[in-house]
T-cell receptor, first 114, second 110 residues
């Protein structure tokens, strides 16, 4: 299994540009989520999904859109990039249901907005 | 979710036990204590979790006080590769994702 994969690893955008960060998992996990991590800070939840077709907002959703058309994929869209969105973005997944909440994280996408 | 309090940083000598404390005085009865770590810009890695009993796995031990208001993560023989930021998270098992605080930056020194 590849686990959780993210593309691209690095990206530089200009203010106002849009882009999509890709996230995929091959573990058949129901739950997927996106976090951002600013320098020296902990992770903050952007959006999450508890299954295909179901998404919800996290702590810092403004400026981001998500959709979940398949179990495997959970892309994060930046609508109009701003310098405040310069951050490292992590995607994570976990099995559904109650029980172990162990999440598996991807390697991250490092985004710079100029 | 209950809030957690951790020291900002700690040092540990290589080969010695690293004991990382976490305070979660507002934890409710159905909330678990989870520990994750993040090694230099990588994605966080799950370590261990528990409800009220002490837990041990191949990576670490988790000691939860009887009143559940605090816990300690123990790395029995710390190595240089254990240098990382360690996050203590309290969370129920259903629904939303984890909420990360600032964590403890553990520096293992030779």
């Amino acid at each position: 299994n590849a686990g959780v994969t993210q593309t691209p690893k690095f990206q530089v955008l200009k203010t106002g540009q849009s882009m999509t960060l890709q996230c995929a998992q091959d573990m058949n996990h129901e739950y997927m989520s996106w976090y951002r991590q600013d320098p020296g800070m902990g992770l903050r939840l952007i959006h999450y999904s508890v299954g295909a077709g179901i998404t919800d907002q996290g702590e810092v959703p403004n400026g981001y859109n998500v959709s979940r058309s398949t179990t495997e994929d959970f892309p994060l869209r930046l609508l109009s990039a701003a310098p405040s969105q310069t951050s490292v973005y992590f995607c994570a997944s976990r099995p559904g249901g109650s029980g172990n909440n162990e999440q598996f994280f991807g390697p991250g996408t490092r985004l710079t907005v100029l | 979710d209950a809030k957690t309090t951790q020291p900002t940083s700690m040092d540990c000598a290589e080969g010695r036990a690293a004991n990382l404390p976490c305070n979660h005085s507002t934890i409710s009865g159905n909330e678990y204590v989870y520990w994750y770590r993040q090694i230099h810009s990588q994605g966080p890695q799950y370590i261990i979790h528990g409800l009220k009993n002490n837990e041990t796995n191949e990576m670490a031990s988790l000691i939860i006080t009887e009143d559940r208001k605090s816990s300690t993560l123990i790395l029995p023989h710390a190595t240089l590769r254990d240098t990382a930021v360690y996050y203590c998270i309290v969370r129920g098992n259903a629904g939303n994702m984890l909420t990360f605080g600032g964590g403890t930056r553990l520096m293992v020194k030779p």
